[in-house]
C-alpha cells in the first residue's frame, strides 16, 4: 500500500511503560511555602522534600526504577569480597561501554577522586568542555588548574548551535603551546554538558580532538554521567548516525576515549552509584588501590551488592531508543511551553532539564544580587515547584584569588528526573513559571549571609533586599 506525505502527520511519542506504583505529593499553602523558604536560607538545597510539590532541584539519583531493578535489589549478594552483582556491572559497563576496567564508586565524584589522585600532579592544567562543580574541585584538591575549552557559543544563551558542548580545538593547542604537553595528564570530556544547559557533543569534534591530543600522549577522560542523552542528540542532529541505535552511538563516544567517569545516578537509573572505568592496566592498578583507602574494596566501592546489581539493570534499560525519545520528549515538551510564553530559556533545549536564562527574565538585577538563586526562590513561593540555582553562587571563588567568579551563564535549571512526573506535571510547571514571568519586576534581589569554604551553592543562606 502507497502511503504518502506521512511524514508530515504528527508523531507523538509516550511514555514507554506503565505505572505500577504510585507516591503521593504533598500540597502546600503559600503561607507555608514563605514560611519553608525562609527557614531554607532562600536556598532550594535547604528546603525539606516533605514541603515541596514538584521536585526538579535534579534529575541524580531521582529516577523512578523499574520492576525488574526492585527485582534486582532481591537479588543483592553481599558478600564483601566478588560479589555476584559485581561481576554483573562489570559485564555491562565492558560489553555497553567497551571499557576494560571498571571499579564501582559510591557516586560520580568517588570516581573524580579516584581519576584525579591518580593522574594529576601539582601544577598540571586539566582541559576541559566548562567546568563542572565537583569534577574541578577535584581537580584543585589534587594540584591541578581546571581550563575551560568550550567553544564561545556555549556561553550564550541565545546561540542556536546544535553541538554546544563541543570542544574548540584552537583552544587546546593554545594550552598545550603554552604549558607543553607533559603538564596536561588528560582531557576531561563531558557528554550532555550541564553546566552549559544540557548540550550535546558532537563525534566529529570528538574524533578530531583524539587526532589532536593522541600524539601528544594526553588521554582523554570522559565524564560519561549523561552520555545516552548525548548520543540521543548525535542521532537526530549529526549527519550518518539517524539509522543508528544510541547504544551503538555510546559504544562509538567511548572508544574515542582512555576511560571515564561515571554518575549511575542520572543516565543509568539508579538512585545511588557510580563508577571509574579504564582501559590502561597500570591507571587501574593505581585507581583500585586508591578505592580501598576512600570507598572501599573494588568489588563494592561504597555500594551494597544490590545497588550495583540495579545499576547493571538500569545500565541496559537507558540505551533503549523508546526510552530515550520519551526522555528528551518530555523536556523539548516543556521547553516548548515556556518557549511559546516568551520565557527566555537557553536554547537548544537541552537533555535532563529547561535552563531559564535568569539575566533575561531579571533584568533589574546585577550579577551580584543572585538574580537566578532569587528566581529560584520565587518559583518555589509561586507553586511549590523546586528548582536550582546554575550561575553566580554554583561558580564560587577563584581558588587563587578568592574573588567571585562570574559566569557568563546565570541560569536556573527546572531538571526532569527520568520516568518519575507526567506530561500533566509539566503542564502545572509551565504554567507556574509563566505567572512568575508575569509578575517578574516586582522581583527583588538576595544578600548572600552564610557562604561555606567548598561548593558553596549547596549549604549557603540568603535574606532578601529591601
Ligand atoms: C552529577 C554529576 C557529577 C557528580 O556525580 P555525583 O554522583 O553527584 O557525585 C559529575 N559530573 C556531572 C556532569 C554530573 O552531572
Not at 82 to 103: C, M, P, Q, T, W
Not at 190 to 216: C, D, E, F, H, W
Request: aromatic share 8%; glycine share 8%.
Amino acid at each position: 500500500m502507497e502511503r504518502k506525505n506521512v511524514k508530515t502527520r504528527k508523531q507523538s511519542w509516550a511514555e514507554p511503560y506503565k505505572i505500577k506504583m504510585v507516591e503521593l505529593l504533598k500540597m502546600t499553602t503559600p503561607a507555608q511555602r514563605q514560611k519553608a523558604i525562609r527557614e531554607a536560607g532562600y536556598n532550594t538545597f535547604l528546603l525539606k522534600s516533605e514541603d515541596v510539590y514538584i521536585d526538579l532541584l535534579t534529575d541524580s539519583g531521582t529516577s523512578a526504577m523499574s520492576d525488574r531493578q526492585w527485582a534486582g535489589l532481591m537479588l543483592g549478594d553481599e558478600a564483601y569480597a566478588g560479589s555476584r552483582n559485581f561481576y554483573h556491572l562489570e559485564d555491562a559497563v565492558k560489553r555497553r561501554y567497551g571499557y576494560k576496567y571498571v571499579i564501582p564508586t559510591h557516586q560520580g565524584r568517588g570516581a573524580e577522586n579516584l581519576i584525579s589522585k591518580s593522574l594529576i600532579k601539582p601544577g598540571h592544567i586539566i582541559p576541559g568542555n566548562m567546568y563542572f562543580t565537583t569534577t574541578r574541585l577535584h581537580q584543585e584538591l589534587a594540584g591541578g588548574t581546571f581550563a575551560d575549552v568550550i567553544i564561545d557559543d556555549a556561553h550564550d544563551p541565545e546561540s542556536d548551535f546544535p553541538f554546544k558542548g563541543n570542544i574548540d580545538l584552537n583552544k587546546v593547542k593554545a594550552l598545550i603551546a603554552k604549558h607543553g604537553a607533559a603538564k596536561i595528564p588528560y582531557i576531561c570530556v563531558a557528554t550532555t554538558v550541564n553546566m552549559a544547559g544540557g548540550q550535546p557533543i558532537s563525534l566529529t569534534n570528538l574524533k578530531a580532538l583524539r587526532k589532536l591530543t593522541l600524539p601528544y600522549g594526553i588521554k582523554i577522560i570522559l565524564d560519561m554521567t549523561r552520555v545516552a542523552e548525548n548520543a540521543w542528540f548525535i542521532k537526530e542532529r549529526e549527519k550518518g548516525y539517524a539509522n543508528k541505535n544510541i547504544a551503538e552511538i555510546v559504544l562509538e563516544i567511548c572508544s574515542l576515549t582512555d576511560g571515564a567517569t561515571m554518575s549511575a545516578k542520572k543516565d543509568c537509573l539508579v538512585n545511588i552509584g557510580g563508577f571509574l572505568a579504564l582501559n590502561d592496566e597500570s591507571i587501574y592498578q593505581e585507581a583500585s588501590n586508591l578505592v580501598v583507602v576512600y570507598e572501599g574494596l573494588h568489588t563494592y566501592g561504597g555500594l551494597a551488592g544490590r545497588d550495583m546489581e540495579a545499576m547493571a539493570i538500569g545500565i541496559e534499560e537507558s540505551l533503549q531508543d523508546e526510552h530515550m525519545k520519551a526522555r528528551i520528549g518530555q523536556v523539548v515538551y516543556l521547553g516548548e511551553q515556556l518557549l511559546r510564553c516568551d520565557v527566555p530559556i537557553v536554547q537548544p533545549i537541552g537533555g535532563h532539564g529547561i535552563f531559564i536564562d535568569a539575566l533575561r527574565f531579571l533584568p533589574q538585577l546585577k550579577q551580584d544580587q543572585f538574580p537566578a538563586q532569587a528566581l529560584a526562590a520565587e518559583l518555589y513561593l509561586d507553586s511549590g515547584v523546586r528548582s536550582m540555582e546554575r550561575g553566580i553562587v554554583s561558580a564560587g571563588r577563584d581558588s587563587k584569588t578568592g574573588k567571585n567568579n562570574y559566569p557568563a551563564l546565570e541560569l536556573v535549571r527546572l531538571t526532569i528526573p527520568r520516568r518519575v512526573y507526567t506530561q500533566a506535571h509539566m503542564d502545572v510547571i509551565a504554567e507556574s513559571v509563566e505567572r512568575v514571568y508575569r509578575n517578574r519586576s516586582k522581583i527583588k534581589g538576595l544578600n548572600m549571609v552564610f557562604e561555606p569554604k567548598y561548593l558553596r551553592f549547596f549549604q549557603a543562606r540568603f535574606t532578601k533586599s529591601v
